[in-house]
C-alpha cells in the first residue's frame, strides 16, 4: 500500500477540478490527530461471471491531512478483510514507496508523508483492489474494516460495506446532446429523465437528485424531494440550488422507467443554464459532494410526488446496494436562451512621477442582461490584450490572470473569470513605465476570446451581438486620462458605467481606418478614449489597429478579415 498520488489541493489551478476530485469522496471517517480518511460507506463491485475471473474494482480511498514542520511523518492504513469472505478477495495498493505486511486477512501499510511547507494541507489517493468469489450472494454485504493514523498517533475506522453485484442504473445516452434553445427569459423547462437498469439487482429505491446551474430556479416542489440551498454565499455558488427526490419504485434488472419531468423557470439573467441529474437506488452513496455543497430542508411529505412514470410507489421500499458503475448515471443537460450580453471596455490612467510610471486599470463592464458563465468547462469568459506602445513597459507584479507572453512582450493578457454576472465588472490594475510622456504614448485595449488572446488577435465574443464597444485606446501620459466604450451600434444594449466610476465625459478620439494614432486629450475631464481602434496584432506601437466597426483587422494598410472561432454554446458550460 502507498502513495499512489498526492494532490495539492492548495496549489488546485481550477475549482472545477477540485469539485471532480470532491465529488468521488464519500463518508469521511473521524479525524486521527488531523488525518481525514474519505471513503464510500458501501460498494457493488462485478459479480464473478460463470467462467472466467471477476472483473477487479479498484476503491478510491483518500487520506487527507496537515503536516507542518520539516519533518516527515510514517501513516499507518490497516485493512481488516475478515468480514469479506465469501464475498471478495482484497489486495492492497501496490505503490513503490509503501511498506506492508500481511496477519491473515489483515493488511498493514506504512508511507511516509513529505512536508510541503507551501502547501501543508495534503490529500494522498490509494487504490486498493477489491475481486468477487465465485458464487457470492448478491444483495449480501461483505465489510472491509480501515484503519488510518500517524505511526505515533491514535487510529480511527471506517467500515466499507462491499456487495458482489448490484443495480446498475443509467440515464438515456440522448441526455448527452447539443444544448436546446428555451426561449426567451421567463419561460418553463420540462426535462423528463429515461432510466433503465443495466445490473444484476433491483434497486430497491428510486432516488433522482437534480442541481440547477445560475439562471434557472424550481418552478414545482415535490413532497418526495428535499431541496437544498448553497453553503457557499458568494456567486455564482450562490446562484444553484439543488433537490434529492426518493421514489419508492424499484426498478428491475432489464426494466426501463421514465421518471416524471421536473420543472424549472428561465431567469431574467440566463444565457447558457445547465441541470446535473444523477439517478442511484439509494441517497446515502454517491451524493456526498452534492450533499457538502448544499443545506437541504426534509421533504414536506404534502402535495403531488415525483413518480417513475406515475408506476405504483411501495411505502415498505428499502434502498438497494450501491450502484454497479457510475459511469452513466449522472448527466448535464445543457439549455440556450434567447439572450445575449454586451461587454464593453473601460480603461484609467493614473499617472506618477510626471507621467514617468502609472497604473493602468482596464475593466469590463457587463451591461447584461444576461450573467455569462463557463463553469463548466472552467475557460475564462474573455480576455484582455493591453498592447503597449514604444517605450511603456511592465514596472512592477501584474496582477492575477494577467501575464506578458514571451513572443508577446509589449502584449499584456489578462484573463476574466468564468463567470460575470450582469451589471458587475472586473478590473485590472497595470503597473507601467513611460519612458517619454510628452510623447503622448497610446495604449490598445480590447475584450476577446480566449482563442484570440493565444493568437493575439481580437476575436467578436459569442454571446455578444456588438462588439463595437469591447476596445479602446488610452493615452498614457503626464494627465490622469480617462477611456469609455463607444455606445452599440446595433442591439447590444447600452454601455453604463462600472460601478465605482467611469467615463468623465464623452469619447473624444477615433480610430481610423488608416492606422492612424487617435487624437487624445490632456485633461483629465475628457476622455481619451474610442469604441473604434485597438492594436492586438503583437506589433509595437499603434500603427496595428482593429476596426471592429468594419469587421477586419488594419495591419500597415492591408487588411484581413477579422473571423470569430464557431462554439457550441454548451461547450463553455
Known sequence: MGNSRITRPA????????AAILALVSTPAQAADDLRLDVQSAVSIPAAPDSGDATAYQLSLNSRGTLTGSSPRDIVLTFDATGLAGIATFAPDTAWDAKC??????????????????????????????KALKGAPQGTAGHLKISQGWVDGQPNSVDVAVYAGGPKLELDAALDRDPANVGKPGSTVKQSLKVTNNGTLESGQLVVSAELGPGLSFKQKFANCSYGTPVDSSPPASRRSAAICTINTSVKPGQTVTIDPFEATVDADALYPDIEFDVLPRADV??????????????????????????????????????????????????????????????VWAPTDGGKKGTLKVTAHSNGPASVDYLRSGNTIAEFLVTLPSG??????????????????????????????????????????????????????????????????????????????????????????TAEPSPPSTGGGQSTPPAGGGSTGSASASASADGATPATSGSASSSAGTGGGLASTGSEGTDTMLWLGAGAIVVGGGVLALTARRRRAGTHQ
Open 101 to 130: 505486511t500481511t496477519a491473515g486477512q489483515v493488511y498493514t501499510c506504512t508511507y511516509r508523508q513529505y512536508p510541503t511547507p507551501q502547501h501543508p494541507d495534503f490529500n494522498s489517493q490509494f487504490h486498493p483492489v477489491l
Open 11 to 18: 496549489a488546485l489551478a481550477a475549482p472545477v477540478a477540485a
Open 392 to 481: 511603456v513597459t511592465v514596472a512592477g507584479k501584474l496582477p492575477d490572470g494577467c501575464f506578458v507572453r514571451d513572443q508577446h512582450p509589449n502584449v499584456v493578457a489578462c484573463n476574466l473569470p468564468m463567470w460575470l454576472a450582469s451589471g458587475e465588472d472586473k478590473s485590472f490594475d497595470l503597473p507601467l513605465a513611460v519612458s517619454d510622456p510628452a510623447a503622448g504614448p497610446t495604449a490598445a485595449i480590447a475584450l476577446t476570446t480566449e482563442q484570440g488572446g493565444w493568437e493575439n488577435k481580437v476575436e467578436p465574443l459569442p454571446y455578444d451581438p456588438d462588439n463595437t464597444n469591447n476596445s479602446i485606446t488610452l493615452a498614457l501620459g503626464s494627465t490622469a486620462t
Open 286 to 347: 454517491g451524493l456526498e459532494y452534492l450533499r457538502g455543497a448544499h443545506r437541504f430542508t426534509p421533504a414536506s411529505g404534502s402535495g403531488p410526488r415525483l413518480t417513475a412514470g406515475g408506476l405504483p410507489e411501495d411505502p415498505a421500499a428499502k434502498p438497494g446496494p450501491p450502484n454497479l458503475d457510475r459511469a452513466h448515471n449522472r448527466a448535464i443537460v445543457q439549455y440556450r436562451v434567447d439572450s445575449h450580453a454586451d461587454l464593453s471596455s473601460w480603461a
